[in-house]
């Protein structure tokens, strides 16, 4: 199983700072990896996948970038409503697909 | 606008059965593989089984092997999940999804809002 392990657990920033969140794979998984956002009470939401690609209707503040073992979810100024928990997830091992702990950033 | 309902989740004896429902709409159903996440109390999320769009092919976690079955109705446009011989650690609550692209059910782009499963006596 390929595990996948974020950090930090928690990231506590303000409106308008950059944040950067990471992710680390167990071993390679290419550029198989997306980034959902999931807010309390709410299903997840795909924001990146192939590590780089934005999805549908996703702002351009929210950026990708990493390959092999390394990963990272860039939000160059914050909005209230980025405030969430951010999961990543491969595919490079379908069918078994994992996720990583998760973010939770925080509004400081 | 795409639609996913889920429905089915209960509390329910370790042991027991549940059928959870996810009915769809929005999109050609039939065309799109489909998959079952859950998510424990606070905890994140876990790949639980996946379908392909035909119904034909499916794909399970080992934590669920052997109790859970993934299926679908593309008549009804609906995904199942039968789940059986529950344990306590199977509390969470249980989002379907869809798949980013058809054929490929390793992203998933739209999810439902989720339905609870408690597993406890």
């Known amino acids: 199983e390929i595990v996948l392990t974020q950090s930090p657990a928690t990231l506590s920033l303000s409106p308008g700072e950059r944040a950067t969140l990471s992710c680390r794979a167990s071993?390679?998984?290419?550029?198989?990896l997306a980034w959902y956002q999931q807010k309390p009470g709410q299903a997840p939401r795909l924001l990146m996948y192939?590590?780089?690609k934005r999805a549908t209707g996703i702002p351009a503040r929210f950026s990708g970038s990493g390959s092999g073992t390394d990963f990272t979810l860039t939000i160059s100024s914050l909005e209230p409503e980025d405030f969430a928990v951010y999961y990543c997830?491969?595919?490079?091992?379908?069918?078994?697909?994992?996720f990583g702990g998760g973010t939770r950033m925080e509004i400081k | 606008e795409v639609q996913l309902l889920e429905s089915g989740g209960a509390l329910e004896q370790p042991g027991g059965s549940l059928r959870l429902s996810c009915a769809v709409s929005?999109?050609?159903?039939?065309?799109?593989?489909m998959s079952w996440f859950r998510q424990a109390p606070g905890k994140g999320l876990e790949w639980v089984s996946s379908?392909?769009?035909?119904?034909?092919?499916?794909y399970d976690a080992d934590s669920v092997k052997g109790r859970f079955t993934i299926s679908r109705d593309n008549s009804k446009n609906t995904l199942y999940l039968q789940m059986n011989s529950l344990r306590a650690e199977d509390t969470a609550t249980y989002y379907c999804?869809?798949?980013?692209?058809?054929?490929?059910?390793?992203?998933?782009?739209?999810w439902g809002q989720g339905t609870l499963v408690t597993v406890s006596s």
């Open positions: 999804a869809k798949a980013l692209v058809a054929s490929a059910n390793w992203y998933f782009d739209y």
């Open positions: 929005g999109f050609t159903f039939s065309t799109f593989a």
């Open positions: 379908i392909t769009a035909s119904g034909d092919s499916t």
């Open positions: 071993q390679s998984v290419s550029t198989y």
């Open positions: 192939d590590a780089s």
């Open positions: 997830q491969q595919r490079s091992n379908w069918p078994r697909l994992t």
